[in-house]
């Protein structure tokens, strides 16, 4: 066996271990675990609700694991409607105000739909303490002397305003009945930031010290909550982190799980600290200049998993008479990339775009969707704007993919030649090698520039994939006929004649699992393995029948492998093949070298070969 035999075989060998092992190590185990919280998560609820029917027949309040009494968990309306409210209204939100708390508890977004399904329910973001998996923003004064302070149970009053919507803040105001007047004005704007505006009256004779805070809290995890595969969910935030005396640099900090042994703390000149999930942010946002200590930590409450992300501003003195005013900003909503560059901009929020989790290779996402959010913004359809993305990467790199196709077609013109050489020296490989690498200089063909075109699309290919899952701007963008969801798969699959005969494959019999994941294939994953299969064609031959073979099996291989992933993806390679075949093809055509397409023209209109 040849030495190019060899590494062929090696190379296909390691390359088929590598997707068995990723397949096998990494994606079915993450798998099995997301099935494993799914159904602990739907026994949770559903014990829950039997806790709750039980506690409404007798009268008795259910018992944690901990054997403490647990809160019962309430239907949403239900924890909704226990505090006294103002409405949220706005272009892009919906919701209310607790006036128990001040919180902001309840928010819906407008404009996100659940599925693509334009009458689905909107994206729920916040909900109130009480109902399960509730999610909430705090704001408030701490202080070690102070007594009377504002509390998640103080109601306030609400002094002015019906609705917040952009130019119509809402006044809330507490009396503490201790000298202790406080007041909060919260206002929103068109999109997703409120501004909190807390001041605190000292009426009192003496002097007191207080300092700001503010928190996110989320109140276990919905079933959504970590399947999302390559984007980070959870903690995340950008805080000061000291180089020098008094010199801070930003930083981002996620964690893809959270520590129970403790609370993670970190103090910090600015920044912003938040819970995000794929799409959806809340976060807290102090002033810039405000010292601040922020922390990330979870606790356990009646069997619940509490993840808290708060900070406190630095410690104040209020004189007697005198008022304290603080202003914190809560970003709650999509993490639209203009919409968050406008505000990192607008706000100074250190790097408040890293909320999207561009990935270690962030040099190559964050161009692609920039280039991606261009076309899009002339074009109006983010599928049109894949295609121009793949045409302006193939005019990019075109000269390099033009000395790589010519040499391939040299290759494939002098294939006849490398054989007849591969005959004669049978017996002899080094004279062998040594005569066709002769006739490769006297052709001036380089047989290494073969790989160039393939790998030249994998940094893009790699920072499409991250975009497509990541960015909320995929999220439901249609392209052409079935395709609604740039971002999901082929919703199409063959073993059902793409939708022609009336069942779901997923639901034969012990074979539906494996139709629906491994072995599904859309209308798009068949035509992109038709090009695979046509840009293989054209290349030169194998040396060896048995690396011919394995060669022909790629394309198979290649589009049951792809057909799983995101629809935007299966658009840019299967368009991207297209170009390069009509490259080649041009060049095939200009160095007079037969080739597939011809020969299909030739099969259909039955004309027989040149010379």
């Known amino acids: 066996m040849s030495q190019d035999n060899r590494n062929t075989i090696i190379f296909v060998v390691c390359a088929a271990v590598i997707l068995l092992a990723y397949q096998a190590l990494v994606l079915d185990p993450a798998a099995r675990k997301r099935q494993v919280v799914l159904n602990q998560q739907k026994a949770a609820a559903a014990q829950l609700q039997k806790d709750n029917a039980v506690a409404v027949a007798t009268g008795l309040q259910p018992v944690g694991p ?146 700001p805070y503010a928190s996110i809290q989320r109140q276990g995890v919905p079933v959504h909550v970590g399947r999302a595969g390559v984007v ?16 801070y640099q930003d930083r981002l900090l996620k964690y893809a799980k959270w520590k129970k042994d403790g609370p993670e703390s970190y103090v910090s000149d600015g920044g912003w600290i938040g819970i995000t999930d794929k799409y959806w942010l809340s976060a807290v946002i102090p002033d810039r200049k405000e010292r601040m200590t922020a922390q990330y930590r979870v606790i356990q409450q009646s069997g619940v998993d509490i993840y808290d992300v708060n900070f406190v501003g630095t410690l ?75 045409v302006s990467v193939k005019l990019l790199f075109f000269p390099l993919a033009n000395k790589s196709y010519e040499s391939i077609t040299k290759m494939k013109k002098a294939q006849p030649q ?20 002769a006739l490769y200089k006297t052709e001036r063909i380089n047989p290494l520039t073969g ?71 859309g209308v798009l994953g068949l035509i992109y393995g038709v090009t695979m299969w046509l840009t293989t064609a054209m290349n030169p031959p194998a040396p060896d029948p048995m690396q011919q073979k394995i060669f022909m099996w790629m ?31 041009i060049i095939m055509r200009r160095f007079k070298v037969d080739n597939p397409i011809d020969q299909l023209i030739r099969k259909l209109t039955g004309k027989k070969a040149p010379g």
């Open 451 to 521: 790989c160039l075109p393939m790998l030249i699309q994998i940094p893009v290919f790699y920072a499409l994939f991250k975009v497509l899952n990541v960015t909320i701007e995929m999220r439901h963008a249609p392209f052409v006929g079935w395709i609604n969801d740039l971002s999901a798969r082929d919703s199409t699959t063959l073993w059902n004649l793409f939708g022609l005969l009336p069942y779901n494959p997923a639901m034969v019999p012990l074979i539906g699992g494996l139709l629906d994941n491994y072995l599904h294939v």
């Open 418 to 437: 490398i054989e007849a050489l591969r005959a004669k020296y049978k017996e002899d490989p080094a004279k062998q090698q040594q005569e066709i690498m």
């Open 66 to 211: 901990d054997g403490k009494p647990r809160p019962l968990a309430l239907p949403r309306a239900q924890a909704k409607a226990a505090s006294p409210r103002v409405a949220i209204d706005t272009p892009a939100l919906s919701g209310s105000v607790s006036l128990r708390g001040g919180r902001i508890d309840d928010l819906y977004l407008k404009r996100y739909r659940e599925t693509v399904d334009p009458k689905s329910p909107p994206v729920e973001l916040l909900r109130p303490e009480g109902a399960t998996n509730a999610w909430f923003a705090d704001f408030g004064w701490a202080g070690a002397t102070p007594a009377g302070l504002p509390g998640p149970t103080t109601v306030w009053t609400l002094e002015s305003g019906t609705v917040l919507a952009p130019g119509k803040p809402v006044t809330l105001a507490f009396d503490n009945g201790m000298g202790l007047r406080f007041v909060r004005v919260i206002s929103v704007d068109d999109n997703f930031m409120f501004s909190v505006a807390d001041s605190v009256a000292n009426f009192t004779p003496a002097p007191i010290a207080l300092a």
């Open 555 to 585: 394309p198979v291989i290649f589009t049951f492998t792809l057909a799983q992933v995101a629809v935007g993806l299966m658009i840019y390679w299967a368009w991207n093949n297209v170009l390069s075949i009509i490259q080649q093809y």
């Open 316 to 390: 104040k003195t209020i004189a007697a008479g005198q008022t304290l005013f603080q202003t914190t900003h809560l970003f709650a909503g999509a993490k639209s990339v203009p919409t968050i560059r406008k505000y990192e901009k607008q706000f100074s929020i250190p790097r408040f775009d890293s909320a999207v989790d561009w990935g270690m290779f962030w040099f190559f996402t964050r161009p692609i969707f920039t280039v991606l959010d261009f076309f899009y913004r002339h074009v109006g359809n983010f599928g049109v704007a894949i295609l121009l993305l793949t």
């Open 232 to 247: 980070h969910e959870g903690a995340v935030g950008a805080l000061g982190e000291e180089k020098t005396p008094g010199e």
